[in-house]
């Protein structure tokens, strides 16, 4: 690997968007338990709410 692409790793990879990037995945898991992930893409989908 080059330099840039490691240089690149470490930075998409780096301690504080692993942290962010996990709490983002438990906020959506805790949305789907809740339903709400569903009701967001039924009112997504129905056309006739949308437009």
Do not use: C, P, R, Y
Request: overall charge negative; glycine content about 6%.
């Amino acid at each position: 690997m080059s330099e840039l692409e490691l240089s690149a790793l470490d930075n998409i990879l780096s301690q504080d968007k692993l942290l962010t990037l996990n709490h983002f995945l438990e906020m959506l898991e805790k949305l789907d338990k809740l339903g709400i992930i569903d009701v967001v893409n039924g009112v997504l989908d129905d056309e006739e709410f949308i437009g």
